[in-house]
T-cell receptor, first 117, second 120 residues
Framework: AQKITQTQPGMFVQEKEAVTLDCTYDTSDQSYGLFWYKQPSSGEMIFLIYQGSYDEQNATEGRYSLNFQKARKSANLVISASQLGDSAMYFCAMREGGSGGYQKVTFGIGTKLQVIP | GAGVSQTPSNKVTEKGKYVELRCDPISGHTALYWYRQSLGQGPEFLIYFQGTGAADDSGLPNDRFFAVRPEGSVSTLKIQRTERGDSAVYLC??????????????????FGAGSRLTVL
């Protein structure tokens, strides 16, 4: 089974509008973490936001927020007030494993976001 | 250094040759990861180091792939008898620690710019 599922290969959003990128995950661990990374056409991987499995509040970082629904095992990324520079690939990732020890980080296949002027 | 450095940025080689890809992590980062990213795909886990030891090499596709981190800092990914299917971008990432699920930055992976390998 896929550890991380991103079902939207491509998304379009109008500039200044909000957009939600979907991510579901599969783990039997109680302790895990979820990340979102952005990869522009230049190829660099840019960390956006992190949510720990025990965090009660949804993570927010500027225009980025993570809609964490633990029971549904979903960790959707919401980008508010989209900008042209947001056009990029977005990857959801999960860190899982025993607390205090090594934790593997697995990535999804990504969603390509294009912001339309 | 300020960031994760990967060399070479581009490598073109012929089928059957040996290649080495180098990763210099952020100073003080004990955890180091190697990923492979093919066109249009997400990063695929290869191997993880905690300090000098490979804590998990389950992602290495076969015995042609090997990685070392002898002093717990710089790591080298080695590919023997390269095949055309090895063509990809090889990404290295480091983090302060590979453990825990806290919200601190210690758990964030910082990536290098990648090494693009092309096998002709």
């Amino acid at each position: 089974a896929q550890k991380i599922t991103q079902t939207q290969p491509g998304m379009f959003v109008q500039e200044k509008e909000a957009v939600t990128l979907d991510c579901t995950y599969d783990t039997s661990d109680q302790s895990y973490g979820l990340f979102w990374y952005k990869q522009p056409s230049s190829g660099e991987m840019i960390f956006l936001i992190y949510q720990g499995s025990y965090d009660e509040q949804n993570a927010t970082e500027g225009r980025y927020s993570l809609n964490f629904q633990k029971a549904r095992k979903s960790a959707n990324l919401v980008i508010s007030a989209s900008q042209l520079g947001d056009s990029a690939m977005y990857f959801c990732a999960m860190r899982e494993g025993g607390s205090g020890g090594y934790q593997k980080v697995t990535f999804g296949i990504g969603t390509k976001l294009q912001v339309i002027p | 250094g300020a960031g994760v450095s990967q060399t070479p940025s581009n490598k073109v080689t012929e089928k059957g040759k040996y290649v080495e890809l180098r990763c210099d992590p952020i100073s003080g980062h004990t955890a180091l990861y190697w990923y492979r990213q093919s066109l249009g795909q997400g990063p695929e886990f290869l191997i993880y180091f905690q300090g000098t030891g490979a804590a998990d090499d389950s992602g290495l596709p076969n015995d042609r792939f090997f990685a070392v981190r002898p002093e717990g800092s710089v790591s080298t990914l080695k590919i023997q008898r390269t095949e055309r299917g090895d063509s990809a971008v090889y990404l290295c990432a480091s983090s302060l620690s590979g453990a825990g699920t806290g919200v601190s930055g210690a758990n964030v992976l910082t990536f290098g710019a990648g090494s693009r390998l092309t096998v002709l």
